[in-house]
């Protein structure tokens, strides 16, 4: 009997770790960090090389340090990050302490995708280019942050300003403890999207720099994985980059309301000395050494428009806003929004309010958000009363109140920069810069 009874447990035993064992397969399949077609595994489920290591920490001060200052700082994080993280069993594991797992490549334009299961109470996050942060925590009221929004939900840009977009997310996409989240993130510029389990948490929202308010997004910085007091495991860490063409159709978005000005055929349409320009494969183009400005032949007042840049390595040439149709629209004009090579060492020593995306002489607009020279730059504008907004490439560069403007760069006049309506168009100054998918909405 005792024999019967013994034989029958260990077949039992068997039977159960049988179970268990194909249990644990599929659950191993689930994280087996291959990455899907076309993106690359960030993390190899068996070490942390290839990974560096930063707090919560201020990267312009990073661009400030010698070299031996940065070397050693990194040195030094990465003694504290290899106290606190570990792989186990193909999982990434954080104590909830250290320093912060940090990629070893910036990224501008991208896909990431990311798995992560936490414990209660907890509240970590993702820092995108260095900058905090899609937020994760404890959702539940027993977490005792929902005076923080914790209610909510994971996934939010929790440190973007009070009311912006994007700061509580659009649903509650948390799974219950114990369970593995999923995360989804496009970011292009600073507009970014957040699904969490597959439902989308954040729409097209701009992700504020933490570090300062007043400026935009760095263009290209780390991911971080943020550390915060209690434990967190991550796996499938993939992330897929984002090429200008595809960046351009996804900031483009709808375009209800948008009207195409340029058929990509001829010049019908436009007026000025459109013999000065050409079209090739769909776009205008100023011929080389030519010049002039061109535009649409029709009275716009507030307006937004999109399109498509490619400048030549060296090239220089402005969006007419509101001109006149004749003179120089720089000054007669409400403003020339300047389309420049701003990496050309011949413009090294411009003013600021002569590089690209500037009201030119009179608003500066922040700089390092372009494409490499030759690739096309998706740019939007917008024009309400006397205020001009300037997106480039995801990337809010110039916001300006223009009437509020009292100081011009050689103290020359501006006297058309208060006009209500005229023409948009192209102020060419004799490169052969390109302009394509040309749409205008107006908005009163």
């Known amino acids: 009997m005792k024999r019967w009874l013994a034989g029958l447990s260990a077949a039992l035993v068997g039977t159960a770790l049988l179970g268990s064992a194909t249990a644990a397969e599929k659950y191993a399949g689930d994280r087996d960090n291959v990455p899907p077609e076309g993106f690359t595994a960030l993390f190899n489920g068996k070490d942390i090389n290839g990974w560096r290591a930063l707090p919560h920490f201020d990267p312009r001060k990073i661009k400030e340090m010698k070299q031996e200052e940065a070397d050693a700082m990194w040195a030094k994080n990465w003694e504290d990050a290899v106290k606190h993280w570990t792989v186990q069993e193909g999982d990434l594991v954080n104590d909830g302490f250290g320093t912060y797992l940090t990629t070893g490549k910036d990224y501008g334009s991208y896909e990431f995708m990311i798995d992560y299961k936490t414990v209660a109470k907890a509240d970590s996050g993702i820092y995108l280019k260095a900058t905090p942060q899609v937020q994760i ?49 496009k970011q292009i510029g600073a507009r970014t999207w957040v699904w969490l389990n597959d439902k989308l948490v954040v729409d097209d929202a701009v992700l504020d720099n933490f570090w300062d308010r007043k400026a935009p997004l760095f263009a290209t910085g780390p991911i971080q994985l943020q550390t915060h007091g209690g434990e967190i495991r991550w796996r499938n860490i993939f992330i897929r980059e984002i090429g200008a063409e595809e960046a ?21 349409g436009w007026g000025g000395p459109v013999d000065q320009y050409d079209v090739v494969d769909g776009a205008v183009r100023c011929k080389k050494g030519k010049g002039g400005t061109i535009y649409f032949n029709e009275t716009l007042s507030d307006f937004q428009v999109k399109l498509e840049i490619r400048i030549p390595e060296g090239g220089n040439n402005g969006l007419a806003i509101r001109y006149p149709g004749q003179g120089d629209t720089a000054y007669v004009g409400m403003c020339e929004l300047q389309v420049l090579d701003n990496e050309s060492p011949k413009y090294a020593k411009l003013d600021t309010r002569q590089y690209h995306g500037s009201a030119y002489g009179m608003a500066a607009a922040a700089r390092g958000y372009h494409r490499p020279t030759g690739e096309w730059n998706y740019q939007e504008v917008t024009v309400k009363g006397s205020t001009i907004k300037v997106e480039l490439n995801g990337s809010t560069i110039l916001d300006t109140d223009l009437s509020k403007i009292t100081e011009y760069m050689a103290k020359s006049p501006h006297p058309g920069k208060e006009r209500t309506e005229g023409f948009f168009g192209f102020a060419g100054h004799g490169d052969a810069v390109e302009f394509r998918n040309i749409r205008i909405k107006k908005l009163k």
């Open 248 to 268: 351009a159709k996804t900031l483009s978005g709808s375009d209800e309301g948008f009207t195409s000005v340029f058929n990509g055929k001829d010049f019908t």
């Open 137 to 185: 925590w404890d959702f539940t009221k027993e977490g005792g942050k929902w005076n923080l929004g914790a209610d909510k939900g994971s996934g939010g840009l929790w440190n973007n300003s009070a009311g912006a977009k994007g700061k509580d997310p659009l649903v509650l996409a948390d799974k219950p403890f114990g369970e593995w989240n999923k995360f989804k993130i």
